[in-house]
């Protein structure tokens, strides 16, 4: 029995790691060979599996490894990255949000006009409407029952969304909106502006991470993951992290690595908002005033696309143009904390600071000989995946999708992934399953290290027969796009 089980653990471990480049299982080879060791003892099954898998794991290191080599790397970050530190989910409404929502929202059983529009928003985007309590009684009972009901299959994001277009609908505090469909909403400015207010300071506040649950050090693999992307050459663009979370996870590790942040924000006492930072770099001098200047190894840009939790709004002023301050207390929040998912209010994430964000973002991605790794985000977000889409017109582009979700390339599906695999595209690679498709493990078992003299020999290998190739596509121009 102990056998068996065992067994069963290294070869669950080989059967629920995909990886897959265009479309192409890159694990078949030794899938295949896994099931035909069932007749082998244990010791030697046990020793042959392990062989096997770290050379496998070696392998597509290297393959990782030739990607991190390109000339623009970047990184987009997705809110499973932060699972393992207590983060949400927000492709379902939260459980944990719609408690602090309903707690707050009704008093001495008497149901709050913000938090009836806050569900009127989600009946209007939920598929099973009739699931969605809009009426004061439900609304209360959903509270006593909230541990026993299901959740609400509504992204919570898109919810944020649908109310800040309503509130652009009403020009002034005096107008109120009325919509009529299967059922109706009348709201007034300000029941708008509460909603709106209440359902975005809950989300920050739940996005104070790590949470006090948490074991060990949770931010061992943002820590790990740094370490392995600055042992990039120094020779190379500085790789870029864009990011959809509001945590402040990233900031934490690169600050327990003493890891230089250029994060769009300049100032020492008092931070404000200022993108030509990201144009800067950072070097030290050499120990002669005659001598070179050396690039400085442990920096990092960061671009956080849709806001942070330690970011304020105020009115534009000389000192202050864009309006955008960063908090030093990133525990106590107010209504203007610029946390904004989805680009329909058009007054701020249209403006900046998101609109010059997006833009480096589209930027550097459409830079020949360009990689984006996406990890952690289920690409439920229109606005980041055009971008992406546009990227893939470059014919020298590789995208890698880290998502221990992925779903299958079904023809029937509307996914974003299932319509890539369909393509059968070899710039498109997939990590899937909870060993390689998570970010944790992602970075701990296939990200690697440059400064392995094996690895980085065997990458520089495979860089050189490969760059013949990139060179002649980027020179082809966007006729030779798959």
């Given at each position: 029995?102990?056998?068996?089980?065992?067994?069963?653990?290294?070869?669950?471990?080989?059967?629920?790691s995909v990886f897959e480049i265009g479309g192409e299982d890159q694990l078949a080879k030794l899938r295949d060979e896994t099931r035909k060791m069932g007749d082998m003892e244990k010791d030697e099954w046990e020793k042959e599996l392990e062989e096997k898998w770290a050379k496998v794991l070696k392998d597509t290191q290297i393959k990782v490894g030739t990607l991190l080599k390109t000339d623009s790397v970047s990184f987009l970050i997705g809110a499973g990255a932060s699972r393992d530190a207590g983060g949400l989910l927000l492709g379902r409404i939260p459980r944990e949000?719609?408690?602090?929502?309903?707690?707050?929202?009704?008093?001495?059983?008497?149901?709050?006009?913000?938090?009836?529009?806050?569900?009127?928003?989600?009946k209007k985007l939920a598929t099973n409407s009739d699931f969605v309590p809009v009426e004061d009684e439900k609304i209360v009972n959903r509270l006593n029952h909230l541990s026993k009901d299901g959740e609400i299959i509504v992204n919570y994001e898109?919810?944020?969304?649908?109310?800040?277009?309503?509130?652009?609908?009403?020009?002034?505090?005096?107008?109120?909106?009325?919509?009529?469909?299967?059922?109706?909403?009348?709201?007034?400015?300000?029941?708008?502006?509460?909603?709106?207010?209440?359902?975005k300071l809950a989300l920050a506040c739940r996005c104070i991470l790590p949470t006090s649950e948490i074991q060990g050090d949770p931010l061992v693999a943002h820590k790990t993951f740094f370490k392995?992307?600055?042992?990039?050459?120094?020779?190379?663009?500085?790789?870029?992290?864009?990011?959809?979370?509001?945590?402040?996870?990233?900031?934490?590790?690169?600050?327990?690595?003493?890891?230089?942040?250029?994060?769009?924000?300049?100032?020492?006492?008092?931070?404000?908002?200022?993108?030509?930072?990201?144009?800067?770099?950072?070097?030290?001098?050499?120990?002669?005033?005659?001598?070179?200047v050396h690039r400085l190894d442990r920096v990092i840009h960061l671009y956080k696309l849709h806001g942070s939790i330690n970011w304020a709004a105020e009115l534009a002023n000389w000192d202050n143009p864009y309006g955008v301050y960063m908090k030093n207390e990133s525990t106590v929040f107010d209504e203007d904390v610029l946390v904004y998912p989805t680009p329909t209010k058009c007054g701020d994430i249209l403006g900046m600071p998101y609109s010059e964000l997006f833009r480096r973002f589209a930027s550097q991605v459409v830079q020949p000989q360009s990689t984006l790794f996406v990890i952690g985000y289920g690409f439920g977000d229109t606005h980041v995946n055009a971008i992406i889409r546009q990227a893939l017109a470059v014919p020298s582009f590789t995208l890698v999708i880290v998502d221990p979700y992925a779903p299958q390339a079904k023809p029937e599906s509307e996914h974003f992934v299932s319509r890539l695999r369909a393509r059968k595209d070899r710039r498109v690679w997939i990590f899937?399953?909870?060993?390689?498709?998570?970010?944790?493990?992602?970075?701990k078992m296939v990200l690697p290290d440059l400064r392995d003299e094996r690895i980085l020999e065997e990458v520089m290998k495979t860089y050189r027969a490969l760059k013949p190739e990139l060179d002649a596509k980027v020179e082809g121009g966007l006729g030779d796009a798959k």
């Amino acid at each position: 029995m102990d056998d068996e089980q065992s067994k069963n653990g290294i070869e669950g471990i080989i059967e629920d790691s995909v990886f897959e480049i265009g479309g192409e299982d890159q694990l078949a080879k030794l899938r295949d060979e896994t099931r035909k060791m069932g007749d082998m003892e244990k010791d030697e099954w046990e020793k042959e599996l392990e062989e096997k898998w770290a050379k496998v794991l070696k392998d597509t290191q290297i393959k990782v490894g030739t990607l991190l080599k390109t000339d623009s790397v970047s990184f987009l970050i997705g809110a499973g990255a932060s699972r393992d530190a207590g983060g949400l989910l927000l492709g379902r409404i939260p459980r944990e949000i719609e408690e602090d929502l309903l707690v707050k929202g009704i008093t001495k059983g008497k149901v709050d006009n913000w938090i009836v529009l806050f569900y009127q928003s989600i009946k209007k985007l939920a598929t099973n409407s009739d699931f969605v309590p809009v009426e004061d009684e439900k609304i209360v009972n959903r509270l006593n029952h909230l541990s026993k009901d299901g959740e609400i299959i509504v992204n919570y994001e898109n919810v944020l969304s649908l109310l800040y277009g309503w509130r652009a609908a009403l020009s002034n505090q005096n107008e109120t909106l009325n919509i009529t469909d299967s059922f109706l909403v009348q709201a007034s400015a300000k029941e708008l502006d509460d909603a709106i207010r209440e359902a975005k300071l809950a989300l920050a506040c739940r996005c104070i991470l790590p949470t006090s649950e948490i074991q060990g050090d949770p931010l061992v693999a943002h820590k790990t993951f740094f370490k392995k992307v600055l042992t990039r050459p120094l020779s190379l663009k500085r790789a870029n992290i864009f990011t959809l979370n509001y945590d402040t996870l990233i900031e934490q590790a690169a600050d327990s690595e003493g890891i230089v942040v250029l994060d769009g924000f300049v100032g020492t006492l008092r931070r404000i908002f200022r993108p030509e930072c990201y144009d800067q770099d950072l070097y030290f001098p050499a120990e002669t005033t005659e001598g070179r200047v050396h690039r400085l190894d442990r920096v990092i840009h960061l671009y956080k696309l849709h806001g942070s939790i330690n970011w304020a709004a105020e009115l534009a002023n000389w000192d202050n143009p864009y309006g955008v301050y960063m908090k030093n207390e990133s525990t106590v929040f107010d209504e203007d904390v610029l946390v904004y998912p989805t680009p329909t209010k058009c007054g701020d994430i249209l403006g900046m600071p998101y609109s010059e964000l997006f833009r480096r973002f589209a930027s550097q991605v459409v830079q020949p000989q360009s990689t984006l790794f996406v990890i952690g985000y289920g690409f439920g977000d229109t606005h980041v995946n055009a971008i992406i889409r546009q990227a893939l017109a470059v014919p020298s582009f590789t995208l890698v999708i880290v998502d221990p979700y992925a779903p299958q390339a079904k023809p029937e599906s509307e996914h974003f992934v299932s319509r890539l695999r369909a393509r059968k595209d070899r710039r498109v690679w997939i990590f899937s399953g909870m060993t390689l498709g998570t970010f944790a493990g992602f970075v701990k078992m296939v990200l690697p290290d440059l400064r392995d003299e094996r690895i980085l020999e065997e990458v520089m290998k495979t860089y050189r027969a490969l760059k013949p190739e990139l060179d002649a596509k980027v020179e082809g121009g966007l006729g030779d796009a798959k």
